[in-house]
Structures are given as structure tokens and as C-alpha cells.
């Protein structure tokens, strides 16, 4: 199994430019996650997604957008980047909650530089 | 607001220099608490999940333990390889599957 898997590992952006960030993971879990890493804060939740076709917002939504057509795949999208969204981005993935399930497993992140 | 505070934000210690790592939290309901270690240009990688007060979890050199207000990540006899940041997290039982995580705190061990 690979896991986990983000693609690109390391991007730079135009402000005004957009871009897809891919996650895919392998272990056929519902619950899906985007989060972003600003240096020296904790990860905040951008997006989430507990099955194919279902979505919801976290702390952090403005200026992404997700969708989630298949259990594998959560692509985040950036519209019109700014200078605020540089940060490192990790995407993770759980199975259904509850005992000792409840653990979600991360991708190796992409960091974005928007300039 | 539900909300995740770790301290010290930084952590020097000696190889085998036992101590322990704090993380308070507030939370309307607490469904679980996690600790991650993250090393430098990685992933959060999964270590404990702690559900009720009085709880703990053993790994290796690492132990977790959950009050109503606090968790403690206990490191004994750390070994330089144990550098890493630690984070924890929070989940609610009225936060849908949110997990709310806090800053870290970064733990050097010198041989």
C-alpha cells in the first residue's frame, strides 16, 4: 500500500494563477482530509470529506474548493492565488471513527509558494 | 471555542534526560485526543489515541496520559532519534470529524 500520496511536492505560484493540489490514498477509507501548515502554528482543517460526494468546510475554506467524485481521490483547488495560501499542505485520510480506527494517516504535504 | 494549547514550545534535553510535554485543551465533549510526531519536511506520523480521563498508551520510550483538562506526553531515556515536533490534536464530539490540532512542541535530544 502506498498510503497516502500528494502530488506536487513542491509548486510556486503567480498571485491570480490557480492550481489543483492531488491526494489520493489506497487503504479505502471514507474520511478525507486538507489541511494547511503555516511555520511555527498547528495544522488547520480546510476541507473534509466523510464519502464520495460529500464535502464540508472547515476552519479555513476561503479561497479552496474540493470535490469528491471517487473514495481514492480529493483534489483541492485554489482559484485567483494570494500570498496568504503559501504554506504546506497535507492532505490525510482515516476509516469510518470510533475504538481505536480513529487515526488519520497523512501525506508527505505540498508546499506552495505564491508570489 | 474548542482550542489546543502544547507547551513548552521548545524542548532541549541530554540523551536520557526523561521529561514530559504538555497539551491543555478546551473542548465542548471531548470524542478523542491524538498525538502525531512530525519530523522536518514530513507528514504527521500517528502515535496514541487517548478517548477517556485516566487513560494511557505506551510506545516504546513514549507514554501518553489524559486528564479532564490535559494530556501529558511522557519521553523516558530519550535517544536523539526521538527529535521530532509532537503535536497534539482534539477532536469533539460536536465537531462533526474536526480535529483541532495545536502548534507543537519541538524536542531536541543531544547525544
Known amino acids: 500500500n502506498a498510503g497516502v500520496t500528494q502530488t506536487p511536492k513542491f509548486r510556486i505560484l503567480k498571485i491570480g494563477q490557480s492550481m489543483t493540489l492531488q491526494c489520493a490514498q489506497d487503504?479505502?477509507?471514507?474520511?478525507m482530509y486538507w489541511y494547511r501548515q503555516d511555520p511555527g502554528m498547528g495544522l488547520k482543517l480546510i476541507y473534509y470529506?466523510?464519502?464520495?460526494?460529500?464535502?464540508d468546510k472547515g476552519e479555513v475554506p476561503n479561497g479552496y474548493n474540493v470535490s469528491r467524485s471517487t473514495t481514492e481521490d480529493f483534489p483541492l483547488r485554489l482559484e485567483l492565488a494570494a500570498p496568504s495560501q503559501t504554506s504546506v499542505y497535507f492532505c490525510?485520510?482515516?476509516?469510518?471513527?470510533?475504538?481505536?480506527?480513529?487515526?488519520?494517516?497523512f501525506g508527505p504535504g505540498t508546499r506552495l509558494l505564491v508570489l | 471555542e474548542d482550542q489546543v494549547t502544547q507547551s513548552p514550545e521548545a524542548l532541549r534535553l541530554q540523551e536520557g534526560e526523561s521529561s514530559s510535554l504538555n497539551c491543555s485543551y478546551t473542548?465542548?465533549?471531548?470524542?478523542?485526543l491524538f498525538w502525531y510526531r512530525q519530523d522536518p519536511g514530513k507528514g504527521p506520523e500517528f502515535l496514541f489515541t487517548?478517548?477517556?480521563a485516566g487513560e494511557e498508551k505506551e510506545k516504546e520510550r513514549l507514554k501518553a496520559t489524559l486528564t479532564k483538562k490535559e494530556s501529558f506526553l511522557h519521553i523516558t531515556a530519550p535517544k536523539p532519534e526521538d527529535s521530532a515536533t509532537y503535536l497534539c490534536a482534539v477532536q469533539a464530539h460536536t465537531g462533526g470529524f474536526k480535529t483541532i490540532f495545536g502548534a507543537g512542541t519541538r524536542l531536541f535530544v543531544k547525544a
Open positions: 473542548v465542548s465533549g471531548l470524542r478523542g
Open positions: 490525510a485520510s482515516s476509516s469510518v471513527p470510533g475504538g481505536s480506527q480513529e487515526t488519520q494517516y
Open positions: 487517548l478517548y477517556s
Open positions: 470529506s466523510v464519502g464520495a460526494g460529500i464535502t
Open positions: 487503504m479505502n477509507h471514507n474520511y
